[in-house]
């Protein structure tokens, strides 16, 4: 991230790989904490921090599910066969 205090609506849903409808959504929700400068929202860097995290959170964690299901898939009687020993 730029060395920057606020980012636009615009600059958090491309930092944070969604839309920025999404963005709006969140700010709503109150997921993410912003100010409204005019008719603007305004994300203060810290608090996009954040949200940044909880988000590679959700990747991460269908990334690995998918992962799972791989393995299960193609692994599966034999994973069978281990547990039963």
Known sequence: ???KRFFSTTEAA??????????????????I???KIG?????PKEN???VFN???S?????????GVEKVVKQYGEVLL?????
């Open 48 to 50: 996009l921090g954040i």
């Open 54 to 56: 909880e988000v590679l």
């Open 81 to 85: 066969r281990l547990g039963n020993e």
């Open 39 to 43: 008719r603007n929202y305004m994300i």
């Open 1 to 3: 991230m730029e060395d």
């Open 14 to 31: 491309k930092i944070l790989g969604i839309s920025r409808v999404a963005v709006f959504n969140r700010i709503k929700n109150g997921k």
């Open 58 to 66: 959700e990747k991460l964690k269908e990334e690995i599910n998918q």
């Open 33 to 35: 904490k912003a100010e």
